[in-house]
């Protein structure tokens, strides 16, 4: 069982940057395969980005890749989720997911994740 912890959230202006952070409870938070994913109102939740276990490799969405970064923090059980030339359209409740298995080609499926924070919302003004 693991508990994750969003927080970073808020109102930016158009071409502005946030920082979002995952913190986890697990003991063994290395050993997690994690992600970000979004949903806006009246929409299904979309994948973000993900990190592997170690970090070592990235996956994102296509129309994301380029101004979000993925990155995790093994010793202080966090990931880390980047927002750059933010756009009106970015506009969501971001949330954070972990799953015990190593990542592969399931990375982009809200299904295959067993653990998920409340999330964290993030308006983008125009």
């Known amino acids: 069982q693991v508990q994750l912890v969003e927080s970073g959230g808020g109102l930016v202006q158009a071409g502005g940057s946030l920082r979002l952070s995952c913190a986890a409870s697990?003991?063994?938070?290395?050993?997690?395969?994690m992600a970000w994913f979004r949903q806006a109102p009246g929409k299904e939740r979309e994948f973000v980005a993900s990190?592997?276990?170690?970090?070592?490799?990235?996956y994102y969405s296509d129309s994301l890749k380029g101004r979000f970064t993925i990155s995790r923090d093994n010793t202080k059980n966090t990931v880390y989720l980047q927002m750059n030339s933010l756009k009106p359209e970015d506009t969501a409740v971001y949330y954070c997911?972990?799953?015990?298995?190593?990542?592969?080609?399931?990375?982009?499926?809200?299904?295959?994740?067993?653990?998920w924070g409340q999330g964290t919302q993030v308006t983008v003004s125009s």
């Open positions: 997911a972990a799953d015990q298995k190593p990542l592969a080609s399931w990375y982009r499926y809200v299904a295959q994740y067993d653990y």
């Open positions: 697990a003991r063994t938070f290395s050993r997690y395969s």
């Open positions: 990190i592997t276990w170690s970090g070592g490799s990235t």
